[in-house]
């Protein structure tokens, strides 16, 4: 039976008993990794009776795997540790990297475009890989500063780096949009030149305008998850449903100023309708695409 897409929020205190109360509109739940590294045995136990009621996957955000440096061998084996307890569908990280020369930077950063990038994401992932015991999903990050590097742009280094990690992706389409606005380059042109073959779970959010520092910058495109999900988004997430081949894991962001759940219910549903047309299309172009090789036949 062909695997169906699925779609979720992000796991927050805040939002745990809405979530519960309206599951069957609710496909999917993703729970932030590092807020539960140390948690109690109780904690532990409530993860997993909620692993029990629907399914969960484990989002990191602290592990740094797009680095020269190594990861911390401490952080992959608590991730492990709470994989082994809870047993999620899967677990992701981003392409980023959070602390260099033993300093926490405080957020995640866009590593430069390089070589060596690569190869520190490579050995981290293969590290990570064999101690959690199952491949992460990674997540392209948005960045308010263009990194340095060899001259990759978005769609090249994500490619690159799927490819030198051998991982699935997490495809952030906010994030995506927020840097074709900063960077000046288009979305959708950019979406199809990824390895969409790899794409298996997408995020969604929103974001704030916010100015860009220097008198005379203009203004940049925060991605804050406190707004709700832009058309922009939505029409990107239709580009990916027309192209995308595998079932895809939808996971809606929102991380502060919550508005009421029929609020984030309908933009759920909103998700799945955008989703929903993309695949239409892709049906569609698939059919035409069948029509046509019965012609060639015939008239061969």
Same mark, same amino acid.
């Given at each position: 039976?062909?695997?169906?897409?699925?779609?979720?929020?992000?796991?927050?205190?805040?939002?745990?008993?809405?979530?519960?109360?309206?599951?069957?509109?609710?496909?999917?739940?993703?729970?932030?990794?590092?807020?539960?590294?140390?948690?109690?045995?109780?904690?532990?136990?409530?993860?997993?009776?909620?692993?029990?009621?629907?399914?969960?996957?484990?989002? +990191?955000?602290?592990? /740094?795997?797009?680095? *020269?440096? #190594?990861?911390? &061998?401490?952080?992959? @084996?608590? !991730? $492990?540790?709470? %994989?082994?307890?809870?047993?999620?569908?899967?677990?992701?990280?981003?392409?980023?990297?959070?602390?260099?020369? +033993?300093?926490?930077? /405080?957020?995640?950063? *866009?590593? #430069?475009?390089? &070589?060596?990038?690569? @190869?520190? !994401? $490579?050995?981290? %992932?293969?590290?990570?890989?064999?101690?959690?015991?199952?491949?992460?999903?990674?997540?392209?990050?948005?960045?308010?500063?263009?990194?340095?590097?060899?001259?990759?742009?978005?769609?090249?280094?994500?490619?690159?780096?799927?490819? $030198?990690?051998?991982?699935?992706?997490?495809?952030?389409?906010?994030?995506?949009?927020?840097?074709?606005?900063?960077?000046?380059?288009?979305?959708?042109?950019?979406?199809?030149?990824?390895?969409?073959?790899?794409?298996?779970?997408?995020?969604?959010?929103?974001?704030?305008?916010?100015?860009?520092?220097?008198?005379?910058?203009?203004?940049?495109?925060?991605?804050?998850?406190?707004?709700?999900?832009?058309?922009?988004?939505?029409?990107?997430?239709?580009?990916?449903?027309?192209?995308?081949?595998?079932?895809?894991?939808?996971?809606?962001?929102?991380?502060?100023?919550?508005?009421?759940?029929?609020?984030?219910?309908?933009?759920?549903?909103?998700?799945?309708?955008?989703?929903?047309?993309?695949?239409?299309?892709?049906?569609?172009?698939?059919?035409?695409?069948?029509?046509?090789?019965?012609?060639?036949?015939?008239?061969?």
């Amino acid at each position: 039976m062909k695997e169906l897409d699925k779609f979720g929020l992000g796991w927050r205190p805040e939002l745990a008993a809405a979530i519960l109360s309206h599951r069957g509109r609710i496909d999917a739940v993703e729970v932030i990794a590092d807020d539960h590294f140390h948690a109690s045995r109780r904690d532990r136990r409530a993860l997993r009776t909620l692993a029990a009621q629907i399914p969960v996957s484990l989002h +990191g955000v602290g592990l /740094g795997l797009a680095s *020269a440096a #190594p990861a911390e &061998p401490r952080r992959i @084996e608590a !991730l $492990a540790r709470l %994989v082994g307890d809870v047993h999620p569908e899967f677990w992701s990280e981003h392409l980023a990297f959070v602390r260099a020369g +033993g300093i926490e930077i /405080g957020h995640l950063a *866009a590593p #430069p475009r390089s &070589p060596a990038t690569l @190869e520190g !994401l $490579a050995a981290n %992932v293969a590290r990570a890989r064999a101690v959690v015991g199952a491949t992460p999903r990674l997540e392209n990050v948005a960045t308010l500063v263009e990194p340095p590097g060899v001259g990759w742009d978005e769609a090249e280094w994500i490619t690159r780096a799927a490819a $030198a990690a051998a991982t699935p992706l997490l495809l952030d389409l906010h994030n995506l949009h927020a840097n074709a606005v900063n960077f000046g380059f288009d979305a959708a042109g950019a979406l199809r030149r990824l390895p969409l073959e790899r794409v298996a779970a997408v995020h969604l959010a929103g974001g704030r305008w916010i100015a860009a520092g220097a008198p005379g910058a203009g203004r940049r495109l925060l991605d804050d998850h406190l707004h709700d999900v832009p058309d922009p988004v939505f029409d990107l997430l239709v580009e990916l449903g027309a192209l995308a081949p595998g079932p895809l894991t939808v996971i809606l962001e929102r991380d502060g100023r919550f508005p009421p759940i029929g609020d984030l219910l309908a933009q759920l549903d909103r998700a799945r309708r955008a989703l929903a047309l993309g695949r239409g299309r892709q049906a569609a172009a698939a059919g035409n695409d069948a029509r046509a090789d019965e012609r060639r036949h015939v008239a061969a």
